[in-house]
């Protein structure tokens, strides 16, 4: 881009003028200059900087960072259309400068153009102080205000989070022992309190220093604007996240793991799996939210067995079950992704009915039977209710209304409570036994019957 832009923007580096780029000293020195602050050590060490007007009121009038952010986009794309200017940023300007994003976004919607001259970023002195080398490592660079905004959106932030601890994470911007509060308790749903982590301060200056303490302890020390924090890697074994879960699997599955899982299969699998399910229920029934939250871990270490077992088999990835998914509840709640209207229930069902019709006639599919699919592995009982409840739905008859009639006339007064329907229940099971039927069995092969009745598939039987 030419020198000349209508916007050229400089950074200042780290925290001392020596380190200012060439090519950033002669922007400076070229143009009508505007600071987004002067809280920065390099301005303090040029003695032109005095006459340069900055943007530290606006930090002041504002109530979120947003309203300044734009603010002081909107002066500049104003003041670059009388002619062009210089916009100086600490740091790079392309790291951790929402500003610079905001006009390389509205500039060119102006007629405006922009220049970028580079600068070293808090990263660049951060890693002397550290010893780590970024690309190796694979390290993340995270602005605080994220970390912030995902406490803010509580419960509803799940999987949002800017980082994973499986990997070591530079945090720039903890300016404030507020920020640093907030910064804390996002990052303890991912790490343990007493993680050690480092604290970076006036990186880039005289004054530059790292020392470690306990994630617990960050916002009881001083903390300014020049100061970062450094998060190292969490061993898989410790760590808290699915993605952390899923290497555990990889691991008990690969070559050298362990041999009771290396064996199981699929269909070995089932019946650990119909296992959790029922003890998932069991936990949601006690109410307990330690024990939901064990089983449901039991549960999701099913979900991803088979999906690692269907990677070895070259069939699917856990990630492509993530996706199908995701692109399906994204197509099926257009009231929520789309433009739709479903302001109730059951409008979204209906929504949801249509959408699923539309996606069978796509794939050239017959018409769903109202029916749909009910899995023949259900107990019983919860598949002839599903059964009843369907064709219900759809005005088809899954019991004659005689055969009906006749079972409620059994009951005092015809009144169906859940006292009355256990016993009669249990009757029916105790005269089972008795006649040395199976129950389970017997009701699941009237639900195939009746099912495949309804579908058409068997002529009318009698049901008493």
């Not at 210089?86 to 405006?112: D, S, W």
Request: aromatic fraction near 6%.
């Amino acid at each position: 881009m030419s020198a000349t832009a209508d916007i050229t923007i400089v950074g200042l580096g780290p925290g001392r003028a020596d380190l200012l780029t060439s090519e950033a000293r002669e922007a400076l020195r070229a143009g009508r200059v505007f600071l987004r602050t002067r809280r920065h050590p390099t301005v303090d060490e040029l003695p032109e900087a005095s006459a340069w007007p900055s943007f530290d009121e606006f930090y002041e009038r504002a109530n979120r960072f947003e309203e300044v952010y734009q603010g002081i986009v909107e002066s500049l794309l104003s003041e670059a259309a009388r002619g062009p200017l210089v916009y100086a940023v600490p740091g790079h300007p392309l790291v951790g400068e929402t500003p610079t994003r905001l006009i390389l976004q509205q500039a060119p919607e102006r007629g405006l153009s922009v220049r970028i001259v580079p600068g070293l970023s808090f990263v660049d002195v951060a890693l002397p102080l550290l010893g780590v080398d970024a690309l190796s490592e694979n390290l993340q660079v995270v602005d605080a205000l994220e970390l912030v905004a995902c406490v803010e959106r509580e419960p509803f932030s799940g999987g949002s989070w800017p980082l994973s601890p499986l990997r070591p994470a530079l945090v720039g911007q903890i300016y404030s022992r507020l920020i640093a509060g907030e910064v804390k308790l996002a990052l303890f749903r991912l790490y343990s309190e007493d993680w050690p982590v480092t604290l970076i301060q006036a990186a880039g200056t005289a004054e530059a220093a790292a020392r470690q303490i306990s994630l617990y302890e960050l916002d009881h020390q001083e903390v300014d604007h020049v100061t970062a924090l450094y998060l190292p890697a969490v061993p898989v074994e410790r760590a808290q996240t699915v993605d952390a879960l899923q290497q555990i699997v990889a691991r008990l599955r690969a070559p050298g793991g362990c041999p009771w899982d290396r064996e199981q299969t699929h269909r070995t699998l089932l019946r650990h799996l119909i296992e959790e399910a029922y003890e998932v229920a069991d936990a949601i029934e006690s109410g307990d939210p330690e024990a939901l939250r064990d089983e449901l871990g039991d549960y999701l270490l099913q979900a991803l067995m088979h999906a690692q077992i269907a990677e070895e088999a070259g069939n699917f990835t856990l990630e492509e079950v993530a996706g199908h998914e995701i692109r399906k509840l994204v197509r099926r709640h257009p009231h929520v992704f789309g433009d739709t209207l479903a302001e109730t229930a059951g409008a979204v069902l209906a929504n949801w009915e249509r959408i699923k019709q539309a996606e069978r006639a796509e794939r050239g599919e017959a018409e769903e039977h109202p029916l749909g699919r009910i899995p023949a592995a259900m107990p019983a009982l919860a598949r002839a209710q599903t059964l009843i409840r369907r064709a219900r739905r759809h005005g088809l008859e899954a019991i004659p209304s005689d055969t009906l009639a006749y079972w409620r006339s059994v009951l005092p007064d015809g009144n169906v409570t859940e006292e009355r329907l256990a016993v009669a229940l249990a009757a029916l099971c105790a005269l089972a036994q008795e006649a040395g039927l199976d129950a389970e069995q017997a009701l699941r092969r009237w639900t195939l019957a009746s099912e495949a009745r309804l579908r058409g598939d068997l002529p009318p039987a009698s049901d008493r």
